[in-house]
């Protein structure tokens, strides 16, 4: 049996609309995301021009996408953290930190594809 509540394009109109308000609180509230979609939109003009063929700029936009998304699950678990109050725990410490170690495994994925695809492109 699913869960009570809307269907069909009902359904995927709301969670857009969830969507667009995650993204606008991102925005708002993160500046790490602010950041890194500044990055992205930098970028986003040398991956069509560094990447030859669909599959290198697949890869190097990807990566950017990727490090945007690993942002923002990293800055959901920092508020739902953040929620239960100011006092250090280990649990929630370890989960920020876990957290954060994801952006800088994402933003390290984006440095080894840029740097291979450019290697490869300008060495």
């Given amino acids: 049996m699913g869960k009570p509540g809307a269907t069909g394009l009902t359904r995927i ?24 979609l500044a990055l992205c939109l930098v970028l986003l003009p040398a991956a069509f021009w560094l990447g030859q063929g669909a599959v290198e700029r697949s890869l190097l936009i990807g990566s950017l ?15 739902v953290v953040d929620r239960f109050g100011d006092e250090r725990h280990e649990l929630s410490g370890r989960a920020k930190d876990m ?18 695809i450019a290697w490869q492109r300008l060495g």
């Avoid at 996408?65 to 508020?79: F, G, H």
């Avoid at 957290?99 to 291979?116: E, R």
């Fill in 13 to 36: 109109l709301n969670a857009t609309g969830y969507s667009l308000k995650g993204l606008q609180a991102a925005l708002r509230h993160e500046s790490a995301f602010r950041q890194e």
């Fill in 65 to 79: 996408l990727l490090v945007l998304i690993v942002e923002l699950l990293n800055s959901a678990v920092e508020a």
């Fill in 99 to 116: 957290g954060s170690a994801a952006v800088f495994v994402s933003l390290l994925n984006v440095l080894v594809i840029w740097t291979l």
